[in-house]
Structure formats: C-alpha cells, structure tokens
C-alpha cells in the first residue's frame, strides 16, 4: 500500500532530493510514512526526530502550517501542507531558518502546485536539453530514465507542436497546457505540462510538472467523433452533412446547382427482426462501404438515420445528367449482397432535390429530398422521384386517404382485380392471386403503395382485410363453378391482419359463407411476418393448417432466407421476389436456383412473380420452377374479364416460350 502511495509523492522527492531539502510524507494520524535521503543526512534520528517535530505541529488545526523549530539546537523552518490528491495524507519540509528564507518561500509554492495539481511526474530542461526526469516520466514516454539524459524534449514532442513548446519555454509560460507527445514506440501519447523556473546548480532552469491525459483526450475525440460521425457506418452524420452542404451553397457558382439525394433501404427491419440489430448494422455498414467505394469522389456520402443515407454534389442545372449520377449509385446494388450464409437482395430507393434561385437552405434541400423518397418508399428496387412542390401536400393528402379509407368499405369503394397463375409444365391455370383495387368517390383511383400503408398504421387494415378476404371467397367458389374446377385463390395478409386474435374466425365464418373448400384458399404472408415471435406465428400457422388453409410466403429472398423457420412451419409455397428476375445476373440464377431446390427438398412448391417475356419462362422452365405470375400472360384483371380470358385459353402457350 505504501509503495503504491509512494508513487504519487515521487515529484516531491525528486525535486527536494535535487534541491537538497528534507521532505517525510505523514498520515493525518501523524504516522510517518517515508522520507528522502536528504532527511537521513539531516537528522541524526530521523523517524525519531520527525516524530518529535510532528508532536509539536499537533495542535495546529490549520491544513498549511509553516513554523520555526529547534532541532539539533538549531533553528529549523517545518513547512506542513496536505497532500490533496492523495486524502489521509501531508508532506512536512525541514530546512535551516537562514538568508535562504525568501526563496524557501518561492520553492514552497511550487512544490504546493506540483504536488495539488495531480501531475504525475516530473522533467527538468535547461533551454529543452533534459538534465534530470523521474521514472514515472521516463515509462510514461515509454523510456528508461537514464535514455532520457541529455536528450531534447522535442524529441518526445510531436513535430505539430514544437512552436507551442518552444513559446511556453521562451516566455517562460507558468500555466498548464496540454501537448501531443510522442512514445517511444512512435504512438501518440497526450500529456498536460505545467512549467516553472527552477534553480540548479546556480542557475535557473526549467522544471516541468507531467501528467497522462491519453485516456482523457481519447475520450474527447470520440466524442468529436461522434458529434459529426455516424457510429456504425463512419460515415458522416446529419449535422456534418449539414455544415458540408451549407459551405457548398456559399461557394455556389450561377451556372451550378447543389444536388441532395436520400437513399432508402428498404426492408431493413426484415433484417434486425429476423437476424438482430448486429445483423442489422453489418448489412447497413456493407451498403456504407459500397456507397465510399463505388461512388464518385465528388459525391459526399452521409448516413442520416436507420434506413436511410443522402448524399451531395454540384453540378450544373442539367435535370438528365443529375438523373444518370443517381442511378450509377443505386446501380451499384444491382446484384444481392451476402450476409452471413444468406443472400439479402438490397432494395434502393432515392429521392432528389436541387437547389435553386428559391431553395438555398440546406434543412429546406434535405426535407425536400425526404419527401421525394417517402413518396416512393418500398418500391422497386432503382426507383428515383425529383421532388415537386405538390409533394409538401403530402401529409395533408395523408390525412385525406385516412379520412376516406374509414368510409371506403361502406361506401363500396373497393373491388378486386384477379392475376392468374399457371404451371411451367402443362402450362395449366394452377391459380389465382386477388388484388385489391380502391376507386374514391373523392380522390379516384388510388395506388395501394400509396393507400396500403396508411392502412396499417391506422388499423384500418383490419376491416378493409376482413372485407378483402369474405369477397376472394366468395369469387373462388364462383371462378370453380364457372370452370367446374378447384382453383386455389391467394389473398395477401398484412402483418397486422396476421397478428389480430381472431383471424381463424375471420377466415372460418367467410369460407363457410361462401361455401368454399378451405384447400381452395391461400394466405399469403411476407418474409418479416414469418420471423415475428416464433411461439405465436407456429401457433397460427398450425390452427390455419388444421383449417385446410394453404399458407405461402410472399416475396421471398429479399429478407432473411431462413431455413430453419422454413423447416418448422407448415408452409406451403415459396414465391420469388420478381426482383430476381428483373436484372438476370448469374448471381441472382443461382439464388433462383437454389430457392427452388431448397423449397423442393422441403416438400414445397415454387412459384416465381413478375414473369414478363418468354425468356423469363425458359429460364424457370431450365430451374425447374413449378409455377409462374407476371404479365406475360396477363395484367391483373376484373372478375369478368378473368372469366372471358380464361374459358378462351385456360392454358398458358408455354410452346412459344420453347420456340
């Protein structure tokens, strides 16, 4: 314990010991810990001695105590003061009371600084040559003390900082700073110096205080950091985009515009609900990497929040070639990414915004690059809006949809549009997908990307998929007596719909109303309801299959292409994400390939979407996919056109696929 102590009190031996003073470290119980060799030659008794001095301090309440003593029958000057640092402790100077006094005085208060202002060592230079370092000085630079004789401070400075040093030692600087020094092992070490004059040998020379502040400062650089850095990527963050952005908007020249663009990742909540938020952050920061390394140098990246990245550049008002820089970058996602055993298709999305004559306000840029790229957010995949000043009306026509979604049903707003499936064998219909359709009487005919999510975050979805599920019923048990056939009719499930308690019910009381096999309905579910709590999604999915319901699972291969939940729910059907078929790279083949087999082994069938040329269907056909959907056949169509189409041609002419 004293040893360890004794470690913190070495800048006090060291200058006594060199200025030939006699210093004892006490304990506030007057035990005497240790003193330096000086006191040895003082006192010819020393603990004894010093035990006799310190009876006499004892009734001295002050924390500061200076008195004149006489020891050896000789007057002696006993300077007390605690150890601030190290509480429970205080340092006791003796020197003769002769002409020494005024600068007995000058030492007392440095020795009061050194030791009360938690340095930790101590160096002593005449003009930077080291004449004197203690050990804690020497191991802190990484050195033995002796290598540092004769050596230059500098030499333990980063070169950066030698002007600081050498005006604190020019004008004889007393106050602290800190400094970048250098170990000797060529790392950066940072330390606080605190110097003052210092006599040796009949001249004045420099004494300088040290203290490690490494941690400290690596602490405040992480914190700079992360003040203009996002954490996962490295990228910047939105208040260094902002500040980057705000410069580029002062330097603008006429002829030139600065171009802000978000880019959504969409489906990554797919990914840290299946896999977890680590997983999350690997695909976020693989994205990053590619964002740094593909994109042009020009092109300043940052990461503004989970899903989303924007980046900038100027460039001249020329709307086309804007376009084509954007591209290139979504262009560098065309082929899926791996993580881990798995292969996750990357959906990027970007929204465009420019500055102008009006726009020059960096906040203004980047909502407006928001709002383009909400207005497309979760489509496909390469998808790019250009703002317009319509679209700030966004919210108030979100508020419309809402308002006119909760009359829709009574008012008989909706339908359903039906796209027919057919095998890659016979070319058979092998089924049918319903789709729904919304005509407002106030708004027209509006998209499902644009309606289907205000449902969901409302609840409105669970009335409107009640609705939704009684009428595909009721149009399956029709299109089976028109053909006098089963024909399996697919509904998709929001995940809202798939969590409410009485779904089992829903679908029960709607397929016993509309007299309908259970076996001729499919539910379709995503990727994202299937990994949801594993307790609950196998529990509904065995009271579906008790039911005779067939369940399959939509757009798969763009989330997490899980084995094992495939292996232990009862799934029926796997149907591939068109995106795999869009850009036909060898990569995304082999994916077709291998989700076909994977399903196949695990008694499955396939079917692949957004089938759009024949070419598309010799390639299934080669894969050995069961079953197709897209508009090479047909466009989703009215029940009775459906009708016309079908008893016209039920089959697909799959031989002009083969010719």
Request: glycine share 4%; with cysteine; aromatic share 6%.
């Amino acid at each position: 314990m004293e040893s360890e102590k004794g470690e913190k009190w070495s800048p006090i031996f060291q200058v006594c010991t060199d200025l030939n003073l006699s210093v004892a470290i006490v304990s506030d119980e007057n035990k005497i810990i240790s003193y330096n060799d000086c006191t040895k030659k003082l006192l010819v008794h020393p603990m004894m001695q010093l035990k006799t001095v310190l009876h006499q301090l004892a009734e001295s309440p002050n924390q500061v105590t200076k008195q004149e003593l006489t020891l050896q029958g000789q007057a002696f000057i006993v300077y007390k003061n605690q150890l601030e640092e190290i509480k429970g402790f205080s340092y006791l100077l003796l020197y003769p009371a002769d002409n020494r006094l005024e600068l007995m005085s000058e030492i007392e208060q440095q020795l009061e600084q050194i030791v009360n202002t938690r340095f930790e060592g101590t160096l002593i230079h005449d003009l930077g040559k080291i004449i004197d370092v203690d050990e804690r000085s020497a191991t802190l630079f990484g050195y033995k003390r002796q290598e540092l004789i004769h050596l230059s401070v500098f030499e333990l400075i980063s070169p950066e900082e030698w002007t600081k040093a050498q005006d604190a030692i020019v004008n004889r600087k007393q106050e602290p700073f800190e400094l970048k020094g250098l170990h000797k092992n060529g790392s950066t070490i940072y330390v606080e110096v605190q110097g003052r004059p210092y006599p040796y040998k009949k001249k004045e020379v420099r004494l300088v205080a040290l203290r490690d502040i490494t941690e400290r400062k690596q602490q405040e650089d992480r914190i700079t950091y992360l003040a203009y850095h996002d954490e996962v990527t490295g990228l910047m963050n939105r208040r260094a985009f902002q500040e980057k952005v705000t410069r580029q908007l002062s330097e603008l020249k006429s002829e030139e515009s600065v171009v802000v663009a978000t880019i959504g990742l969409n489906r990554l909540k797919t990914v840290n609900d299946a896999m977890g938020i680590e997983a999350g952050n690997r695909l976020v920061k693989e994205v990053s990497e590619i964002l740094k390394q593909k994109c042009a140098p020009n092109l300043l990246v940052a990461r503004l929040d989970g899903d989303e990245f924007i980046l900038t550049f100027t460039t001249k008002i020329e709307e086309e070639s804007i376009l084509s820089t954007v591209e290139e970058v979504l262009h560098c996602f065309d082929e899926p990414l791996q993580l881990d055993e798995f292969y996750f298709h990357v959906h990027l999305c970007a929204g465009i915004s420019m500055s102008n004559q009006v726009t020059m306000d960096v906040n203004e840029l980047i909502r407006q690059a928001e709002v383009a790229l909400h207005t497309i957010k979760d489509s496909t995949h390469g998808s790019i809006q250009v703002y317009e000043m319509e679209m700030s009306t966004g919210s108030i026509r979100e508020m419309i949809i809402e308002n006119e979604l909760r009359h829709a049903v009574s008012k008989q707003e909706f339908s359903l549009a039906f796209h027919p499936q057919a095998c890659l064998a016979t070319g058979q219909l092998s089924g049918v997908e319903a789709l729904l359709r919304w005509n407002s009487s106030a708004l027209g005919q509006v998209s499902p990307l644009e309606f289907i999510g205000v449902a969901e975050r409302t609840g409105l979805i669970i009335p409107i998929g009640k609705w939704v599920i009684e009428q595909a019923c009721h149009y399956a048990a029709n299109l089976e007596k028109e053909l006098n056939r089963p024909v399996r009719m697919g509904v998709n499930l929001s995940p809202v719909q798939f969590v409410q308690p009485n779904l089992v019910e829903i679908i029960t009381k709607a397929l016993s109303n509309a007299k309908l096999n259970p076996s001729s309905l499919e539910l379709e579910i995503t990727e994202s309801v299937a990994m949801e709590d594993e307790q609950q999604v196998m529990e509904k999915l065995i009271a579906l299959r008790e039911l005779g319901v067939a369940v399959s699972v939509d757009d798969f291969g763009t989330g997490y292409s899980s084995l094992q939940y495939l292996s232990q729910y009862p799934i029926d059907k796997l149907k591939i994400d068109k995106s795999f078929l869009r850009v036909q790279t060898k990569t995304n083949q082999t994916i077709i390939k291998s989700i076909v087999s994977m399903g196949h082994n695990m008694g499955m069938k396939v079917i692949a979407e957004g089938v759009e040329t024949f070419d598309d269907v010799a390639l299934l056909q080669r894969l050995e996919c069961d079953e197709m959907q897209g508009f090479v056949w047909t466009k989703p169509l009215p029940f009775a056109d459906l009708l016309t189409k079908l008893k016209g041609a039920e089959a697909f002419p799959l031989q002009t696929a083969r010719n």
